[in-house]
């Protein structure tokens, strides 16, 4: 997929196309101002080229080295360099053009590369009132139509041999010598789909674009200092856990000295004290569950007779630490399991006309 493409009269003159905010735009720009050169760059370090590239082409250059913007589009393996030259203020110019526009321009190239080439042809286009010539890889010239037609008619008439492929011309606007030298396209340059050519971007070295400034960057001290306060009050969390910390291991210190004094068990080690504690635990416990009054003896001898017995139908209990009394439907083996038990008499009285019986239990002594 193509990159995003457009010329820039095109994106100039269509305020109302929603071009987003983090679009990426590359531009083809006039070629009017600019030229196109070919030089053998020195053999030194690579670095040293641009540098040294300027001061090469000095003779060629229209105007003071110093007020030109060089691009190396390619080199070849002989060293020689395809150059592409624009003044500064130009570049400037647009740039300050665009300067407030929603897309993110990322690349100007010249249009005159836009145009497809065929081996043999120069090829030649039509834009607004300008005629586009492209006649290599990285040559071309731009301008009025009468200016372009006298300098193809020159290359002519030194014995240049070419063809002329239009695109967007009518012939009743061609020159009659360049009638025979033409084929013709009534198709105009299509600049979305035109091929994108990365090593010719005008924007490199000092015109580079700048990075996108984050919308969070008048917030970058606000966010700074709350983030020093974030960590000052973890600070102050943590120095306040250190100090809870203290103070409950000197909690359980006192706590197991007075374990140590109403048990008379020594907590010399924690595991000793989960001990001793369980213990004195178990015993005050058995004493509670053998005290007189406690029904809980009474409970587990119910329990015994009674969870198994799925047709007892019991209707209703009264029980007291030593004694109970139930009502109940009649069934000799839940009887027989509970007479069976130690510690309780049982007697039962006769059923009443729903077959019930009353048993009353007993606690029998010691």
């Known amino acids: 997929m193509n990159p995003e493409l457009a010329h820039i009269d095109n994106y100039l003159s269509e305020p109302n196309t929603d071009y987003s905010e983090s679009l990426d735009l590359h531009l083809w720009v006039k070629s009017d101002q600019l030229s196109f050169h070919q030089a053998e760059l020195p053999d030194a370090p690579k670095s040293k080229w641009m540098t040294l590239l300027p001061w090469i082409l000095e003779d060629e250059l229209l105007l003071p080295v110093e007020e030109m913007h060089l691009v190396i589009c390619s080199v070849d393996s002989d060293r020689q360099a395809h150059v592409i030259a624009i003044p500064k203020k130009d570049l400037h110019r647009l740039q300050l053009l665009l300067e407030n526009q929603p897309a993110r ?102 015109f580079r674009p700048k990075a996108p400034q984050s919308s969070l960057s008048p917030w970058l001290p606000t966010i700074g200092i709350a983030a020093i306060a974030v960590c000052l009050m973890m600070s102050l969390i943590i120095v306040d856990h250190l100090k809870s910390g203290q103070e409950l291991l000197m909690l359980n210190q006192q706590l197991a000295r007075e374990f140590e004094a109403s048990f008379g068990v020594s907590l010399s080690a924690s595991e000793r004290a989960k001990a001793e504690g369980a213990r004195v635990l178990s015993d005050r416990e058995f004493r509670y569950f053998s005290l007189s009054d406690s029904i809980i003896p009474i409970s587990e001898y119910l329990d015994a007779g009674l969870s198994r017995c799925n047709d007892c139908g019991l209707v209703s209990a009264q029980i007291e630490p030593g004694s109970a009394t139930l009502v109940m439907n009649e069934n000799d083996e839940a009887l027989a399991t509970m007479r069976s038990q130690q510690g309780f008499s049982l007697t039962t009285g006769a059923p009443n006309e729903q077959q019930q019986i009353m048993v009353n239990l007993q606690r029998q002594s010691q």
Not at 113 to 134: C, D, H, K, S, W
């Open 105 to 206: 321009i990322r690349s100007f190239m010249p249009d005159v590369l836009a145009l497809p080439l065929e081996e043999g042809f120069i090829t030649l286009a039509q834009e607004g009132q300008r005629l586009l010539v492209r006649s290599d890889s990285y040559d071309g010239f731009s301008g009025e139509a009468e200016f372009i037609w006298q300098v193809l008619e020159l290359k002519h008439s030194q014995g240049e041999v070419f063809q002329i492929q239009c695109f967007g011309i009518s012939p009743e606007s061609v020159p009659d010598w360049a009638l025979e030298l033409c084929s013709f396209n009534e198709n105009s340059i299509n600049w979305q789909f035109s091929g994108f050519l990365a090593d010719a971007n005008l924007l490199v070295g000092e």
